[in-house]
Nanobody, 125 residues
C-alpha cells in the first residue's frame, strides 16, 4: 500500500504561483514514477506532469508547459508541483498519483495505481 497526501492548494490571483506537495508513505516511494493530474468540474481527469523514479526524466502537458515544473525529493518521500503564471483555466482539484508498477513516466491515468485525496486550486481573474 502507498498513502499519498497532497497539500499547498488554495486561492490565488491570475499570474500568481503555488507549490503543491505530495508526501508518500508505505511502499517504496523512490522506485515509483509519480504524477500530477487535475480535474475541473464537469471534465475528465487530465494529465499535468510526471517524473521518473530518479527525477531525471519529466513530462509536462502542453497546456502547462513552461509554467509548471515537477520535481521530487526521494529522501523526503515528496513530489512537488511548482505552478507559476497561473490562469483561471488552471482551476481544478489536483491529484498526486503513484505508478508502482514501472519506473518510467506514464501520462495516462490508468497507469497509476495509488491516488491522493486531492487539493483544490482556484485561480481568480
Amino acid at each position: 500500500q502507498v498513502q499519498l497526501v497532497e497539500s499547498g492548494g488554495g486561492l490565488v490571483q491570475a499570474g500568481g504561483s503555488l507549490r503543491l506537495s505530495c508526501v508518500a508513505s508505505g511502499r517504496t516511494f523512490s522506485n515509483s514514477a509519480m504524477g500530477w493530474f487535475r480535474q475541473a468540474p464537469g471534465k475528465e481527469r487530465e494529465f499535468v506532469a510526471a517524473v521518473s523514479w530518479s527525477g531525471r526524466s519529466t513530462s509536462v502537458a502542453n497546456p502547462v508547459k513552461g509554467r509548471f515544473t515537477i520535481s521530487r525529493d526521494n529522501a523526503k518521500n515528496t513530489v512537488y508541483l511548482q505552478m507559476d503564471s497561473l490562469k483561471p483555466e488552471d482551476t481544478a482539484v489536483y491529484y498526486c498519483a503513484a505508478d508502482t508498477t514501472r519506473a518510467q513516466i506514464a501520462t495516462t491515468r490508468y497507469a497509476y495505481d495509488y491516488w491522493g485525496q486531492g487539493t483544490q486550486v482556484t485561480v481568480s481573474s
